[in-house]
C-alpha cells in the first residue's frame, strides 16, 4: 500500500514537552528527506505572504515529497503554529569553499529562555540544533564551528524577525534584519550584535525592515556602502546552495 510510505504529520499532544514536540516535527521532515534530486518540488517566494506560505506548507504534508532548506523553514514555520512560547526566526548564512559561495537557512527557535533550530541540510549538523543555547550567539557559533568541519567559512549571517503564529497574516517573512558580515568582524563583537539584537527581538520593539527603506536593515562589518552593496554583481555568482 502506497499509503504506508507517507509519514504521518505530527500532531501536539499535551502531554509533550516542548523539546519533545520540536523532535517530533524534526523526526517527521527527516522522514521526508533531503531532496538530492536537483529538482525543486515546491517553489518559495519569499515575498510572498505568510498565508500563501503556510498553503505552500499543507501541499508539502500532503505530497510528502523531499525537501530542501528553504522549504524546511517554511514546514517548520507551518507545524510549530499555535505555540504561542515558541517564536520562529529565519537564520541565514553564506559560506565559502573552494572558490564557491553556499547559502543555507534554518529555522531559529527561541522558548522558555533557550535557543535551537529546525531544519534541513545534506550534513546532520547544520539543520537541526537542540534547544539548549542560552544566548543567540552560542548557536550562531555553534553552527560556525560546524561549517569549520566541512572547510567552510562562513562570510555573513543574517537573523529575521520572528514569524507571527497568524497562519492567515497577509505579511511577508522578514528574513534579514541583521546582516552581520562575520568575515570582517572579532567573535566579540559579533556576540554583542547578536545580543543586542536578541535582546530586542525578545522586546518585540524591532519592526519590519520591509516597512522602511530597504537601506534601513541594520548591517554590520560591511566594507562597501549601502548603494554599492545593492549593486554587488556577487549575488548573481553565489547561487549554489550548501543546505
Request: aromatic letters at 10%; a positive charge.
Amino acid at each position: 500500500c502506497l499509503t504506508s510510505l507517507v509519514p504521518p504529520v505530527p500532531n501536539y499532544k499535551l502531554s509533550m514537552s516542548i523539546p519533545e514536540w520540536l523532535q517530533a516535527i524534526q523526526t517527521y521532515m527527516k522522514m521526508l528527506q533531503y531532496n538530492h534530486t536537483g529538482t525543486q518540488f515546491f517553489e518559495i517566494r519569499k515575498t510572498r505572504p505568510l498565508s500563501g506560505l503556510m498553503e505552500t506548507a499543507k501541499e508539502m504534508t500532503r505530497e510528502s515529497l523531499p525537501i530542501k532548506c528553504l522549504e524546511a523553514v517554511i514546514l517548520g514555520i507551518y507545524l510549530t503554529n499555535g505555540q504561542p512560547s515558541v517564536e520562529r526566526f529565519p537564520i541565514s548564512f553564506k559560506t565559502h569553499f573552494s572558490g564557491n559561495c553556499f547559502h543555507h537557512v534554518v529555522l531559529g527557535i527561541y522558548c522558555n529562555g533557550r535557543y535551537g533550530s529546525l531544519g534541513m541540510s545534506r550534513r546532520s549538523d547544520l539543520m537541526d540544533k537542540p534547544l539548549t543555547y542560552r544566548t543567540l550567539s552560542d548557536l550562531i557559533f555553534e553552527f560556525e564551528d560546524s561549517y569549520k568541519k566541512y572547510l567552510h567559512s562562513v562570510k555573513k549571517v543574517k537573523i529575521g524577525l520572528y514569524v507571527p503564529h497568524e497562519p492567515h497574516s497577509f505579511q511577508p517573512i522578514e528574513w534579514k534584519q541583521l546582516v552581520l558580515n562575520v568575515s570582517k568582524m572579532m567573535r566579540t563583537e559579533v556576540r554583542k550584535e547578536l545580543e543586542k539584537f536578541a535582546r530586542d527581538m525578545r522586546m518585540k520593539i524591532l519592526k519590519p525592515s520591509s516597512a522602511h527603506s530597504p537601506m534601513k536593515e541594520r548591517s554590520r562589518g560591511k566594507s562597501l556602502s549601502p548603494h554599492r552593496r545593492q549593486a554587488s554583481p556577487q549575488r548573481r555568482v553565489c547561487r549554489r546552495d550548501k543546505s
